[in-house]
């Protein structure tokens, strides 16, 4: 199916969870068995029963920063014969990328605020940033400035006066988690900082605007479980970018463009992953980040590839999966890309249809929601 409506369904707004389970592998798992199809609820945990020893279990380690920044606009003195400076301007910069140095791609709100040249202040002058362009997508382009020696200790670097080689370590102080926009701030009874996060979640320079939320599931001592078990724990990394937000606005949905993300896959996790193909084990993808990266390096090289690369890599429709044998994930918004893909991976009509009884049987969508494993 091409038709971006053929991926609508309803869905009562009390079932979009506000917060997490109160222990991560205590959340629901709708259990679907594509050769019997067959579907069993069961808890989180109970996923071990349905994962083998020689399974290899494909992670994503990507860790979300604190994207999120409220400022002030330092604005100019005013004209001769004005009276006093005009009072200062809330401003809110989600960032998305960087661009190199002290270069981002950012969104600002609001963003008629951001001609060139305008300087903003965040965390009383901690940071001050500099538009150096506006983008074709809206988005800005700034240059962050900041006290690149802290003269103490940080939580990266221990020491008198050693530089700040983390912009990272300002952003941990007065940043926030950009939680999703369904997630209402004021609802979350949770510390966002550690629930919006998985347990294995690695420090990068670069890092993700939104969770590789299917990870959210695991606690450490599930994956010592299934590390007893025999099961392959294999971590690769793709930084979530905010396009994994963007609707499809095209009603073909082969007319979408797909947003790029960064991904890195190591020596020794392209090498796990190429010898479970051959010997004929399963590579489970957990989330729909990791099912992308396997499917996105495979689709460029031919075979998981050792590398730092970029995809943008759009499944949908009659996909054929090269890698993944099966999928770990969580239920997702209608008409969204995570949707179509999910449904590339069963069947439009079957993901559908296990849509209902999520919603029948009351499962919690999108986020903070409960999961979902496809065999």
Same mark, same amino acid.
């Given at each position: 199916?091409?038709?971006?409506?053929?991926? #609508?369904?309803? $869905?009562?707004?009390?079932?979009?969870?506000?917060?997490?389970?109160?222990?991560?592998?205590?959340?629901?798992?709708?259990?679907?068995?594509?050769?019997?199809?067959?579907?069993?609820?069961?808890?989180?945990?109970?996923? &071990?029963?349905?994962?083998?020893?020689?399974?290899?279990?494909? &992670?994503?380690?990507?860790?979300?920063?604190?994207?999120?920044? &409220? +400022?002030?606009? &330092?604005?100019?003195?005013?004209?001769?014969?004005?009276?006093?400076?005009?009072?200062?301007?809330?401003?809110?910069?989600?960032?998305?990328?960087?661009?190199? %140095?002290?270069?981002?791609?950012? @969104?600002?709100?609001? +963003?008629?605020? *951001?001609?060139?040249?305008?300087?903003?202040?965040? %965390?009383?002058?901690?940071?001050?940033?500099?538009?150096?362009?506006?983008?074709?997508?809206?988005?800005? $382009?700034?240059?962050f400035e900041y006290d690149k020696y802290n003269g103490g200790v940080n939580s990266r670097n221990a020491g008198v006066g050693v530089p700040y080689t983390g912009f990272f370590d300002i952003l941990d102080?007065? +940043?926030?988690?950009? $939680?999703?926009? #369904?997630?209402?701030?004021?609802?979350?009874?949770?510390?966002?900082?550690?629930?919006?996060? =998985?347990?294995?979640?690695?420090?990068?320079?670069? *890092?993700?605007?939104?969770?590789?939320?299917? *990870?959210?599931?695991?606690?450490?001592?599930?994956?010592?479980?299934?590390?007893?078990?025999?099961?392959?724990?294999?971590?690769?990394?793709?930084?979530?970018?905010?396009?994994?937000?963007?609707?499809?606005? =095209?009603?073909?949905?082969?007319?979408?463009?797909?947003?790029?993300?960064?991904?890195?896959?190591?020596?020794?996790?392209?090498?796990? !992953?190429?010898?479970?193909? $051959?010997?004929?084990?399963?590579? @489970?993808?957990?989330?729909?980040?990791?099912?992308?990266?396997?499917?996105?390096?495979?689709?460029?090289? +031919?075979? !998981?590839?050792?590398?730092?690369?970029?995809?943008?890599?759009?499944? #949908? *429709?009659?996909?054929?999966?090269?890698?993944?044998?099966?999928?770990?994930?969580?239920?997702?918004?209608?008409?969204? =890309?995570?949707?179509?893909?999910?449904?590339?991976?069963?069947?439009?009509?079957?993901?559908?249809?296990? #849509?209902? =009884?999520?919603?029948?049987?009351?499962?919690?969508?999108?986020?903070?929601?409960?999961?979902?494993?496809?065999?």
């Amino acid at each position: 199916m091409s038709n971006l409506k053929d991926y #609508y369904f309803d $869905l009562p707004e009390n079932l979009i969870a506000q917060n997490p389970a109160d222990k991560r592998d205590e959340s629901r798992l709708m259990l679907i068995d594509r050769k019997n199809n067959k579907t069993v609820h069961k808890n989180f945990y109970n996923i &071990i029963d349905y994962l083998n020893k020689g399974d290899v279990l494909v &992670i994503n380690e990507s860790k979300v920063f604190p994207a999120r920044l &409220i +400022g002030e606009r &330092i604005n100019p003195l005013p004209a001769a014969g004005g009276h006093g400076n005009p009072p200062l301007q809330r401003i809110e910069f989600l960032l998305l990328e960087n661009k190199g %140095g002290d270069i981002w791609e950012i @969104i600002m709100k609001p +963003g008629r605020k *951001g001609k060139k040249d305008a300087v903003f202040s965040f %965390g009383n002058g901690k940071i001050k940033a500099k538009v150096l362009q506006s983008l074709d997508n809206g988005n800005k $382009l700034v240059e962050f400035e900041y006290d690149k020696y802290n003269g103490g200790v940080n939580s990266r670097n221990a020491g008198v006066g050693v530089p700040y080689t983390g912009f990272f370590d300002i952003l941990d102080e007065i +940043g926030k988690i950009p $939680l999703p926009p #369904y997630i209402r701030e004021s609802e979350v009874k949770v510390n966002a900082k550690e629930r919006y996060q =998985t347990v294995y979640a690695k420090e990068d320079k670069k *890092g993700s605007s939104a969770a590789p939320t299917a *990870g959210l599931h695991f606690t450490s001592e599930l994956l010592n479980l299934l590390k007893a078990k025999g099961v392959i724990i294999c971590p690769i990394t793709l930084h979530v970018g905010l396009g994994t937000f963007r609707p499809v606005k =095209t009603e073909n949905i082969s007319e979408h463009k797909m947003h790029e993300e960064y991904y890195n896959i190591s020596e020794s996790g392209a090498d796990e !992953i190429t010898k479970a193909k $051959l010997e004929n084990r399963r590579v @489970i993808a957990v989330g729909t980040t990791s099912c992308r990266t396997l499917e996105g390096n495979f689709a460029k090289y +031919g075979k !998981i590839t050792a590398c730092e690369d970029r995809t943008d890599i759009f499944i #949908y *429709g009659d996909y054929k999966f090269n890698i993944t044998d099966a999928l770990i994930t969580n239920f997702h918004l209608p008409e969204s =890309t995570l949707l179509m893909l999910v449904s590339a991976f069963y069947t439009r009509e079957n993901i559908l249809e296990a #849509y209902k =009884t999520a919603v029948e049987n009351k499962y919690r969508f999108f986020s903070f929601g409960d999961a979902m494993m496809i065999l």
